[in-house]
C-alpha cells in the first residue's frame, strides 16, 4: 500500500469539528483513499473513501487536496463515541490481492 | 452491526492446542479476510479468499490454515498454539474485489493461549 502518515494521537473537544490529516505522498492516479476507525478492540469501522472529489456521508466528509498527496477527515460535531483510532489507507491498486495495510493511525480523544 | 458474524467471542486453551474460528460474512459478500491484532504488532493480514479460492496471502504462519465454503462462511484454523498467537482474529467481508473494496469487519474472536 502506498505509505501513509498521520499524527500519533489528537484531542477535540465534544461538539467541535474533528480535523484527522494524512499525508499519501507517493499516492498513484488511480488508488483511493480510505478511512477506518477501531473503537477500543472492536472490528475496524469503514468510514468513507475517495479517489479526488471530496466525499461526504452520514459519518463524515473527506477533503482531498488538488494534487492527492494529502488528505483531511472531518468529523462535523464530534461526540464522546467517536473517541477511537483513525487509520488513513491507499491500499495498492493490485488486483489479486486486496488486503488492507493498517498502520499505527491517529489515536482521537473527545474531551468532554 | 457490519453484517459480518464471528464465532466465538472469546477462546480460551493452552499451548499446543488447536482451535477453529469460524466467520459469516455479510449477504452477497464474496471476499473474505482474516486479520491478527495483537498488542506489539497491531492490525496484520493474514489471508483472502474470494468465492472458495485463495487469493491472498499475509504473513500467516504454517501453523495456521483457513478455507472458505461453498456457502461463503470461512474458517481460521490454528494448530500447535504457542503464547504468543494470544490477540484478536478479524474477519471482514466485501462484495468487490479490485479497486474500489470496502471491507467489513466482525466484531472478532478474542484468543487467550494459556
Known amino acids: 500500500d502506498a505509505k501513509t502518515t498521520q499524527p500519533t494521537s489528537m484531542d477535540c473537544a465534544e461538539g467541535r469539528a474533528a480535523n484527522l490529516p494524512c499525508n499519501h505522498s507517493?499516492?498513484?492516479?488511480?488508488?483511493?483513499v480510505y478511512w477506518y476507525r477501531q473503537i477500543h478492540s472492536q472490528g475496524p469501522q469503514y468510514i468513507i473513501h475517495g479517489l479526488k472529489n471530496n466525499e461526504t456521508n452520514e459519518m463524515a466528509s473527506l477533503i482531498i487536496t488538488e494534487d492527492r498527496k494529502s488528505s483531511t477527515l472531518i468529523l462535523p460535531h464530534a461526540t464522546l463515541r467517536d473517541t477511537a483510532v483513525y487509520y488513513c489507507?491507499?491500499?495498492?491498486?493490485?488486483?489479486?490481492?486486496?488486503?488492507?495495510?493498517f498502520g499505527t493511525g491517529t489515536r482521537l480523544t473527545i474531551i468532554p | 452491526d457490519s453484517g459480518v458474524t464471528q464465532t466465538p467471542k472469546h477462546l480460551i486453551t493452552a499451548t499446543g492446542q488447536r482451535v477453529t474460528l469460524r466467520c459469516s460474512p455479510r449477504s452477497g459478500d464474496l471476499s473474505v479476510y482474516w486479520y491478527q491484532q495483537s498488542l506489539d504488532q497491531g492490525l496484520q493480514f493474514l489471508i483472502q479468499y474470494y468465492n472458495g479460492e485463495e487469493r491472498a496471502k499475509g504473513n500467516i504462519l504454517e501453523r495456521f490454515s483457513a478455507q472458505q465454503f461453498p456457502d461463503l462462511h470461512s474458517e481460521l484454523n490454528l494448530s500447535s498454539l504457542e503464547l504468543g498467537d494470544s490477540a484478536l482474529y478479524f474477519c471482514?467481508?466485501?462484495?468487490?474485489?479490485?479497486?474500489?473494496?470496502?471491507?467489513?469487519f466482525g466484531a472478532g474472536t478474542r484468543l487467550s493461549v494459556l
Open positions: 489507507i491507499v491500499p495498492r491498486t493490485n488486483f489479486g490481492n486486496e488486503k488492507l495495510t
Open positions: 507517493t499516492i498513484s492516479g488511480n488508488e483511493y
Open positions: 471482514a467481508s466485501s462484495v468487490n474485489v479490485g479497486v474500489k473494496n470496502i471491507q467489513y
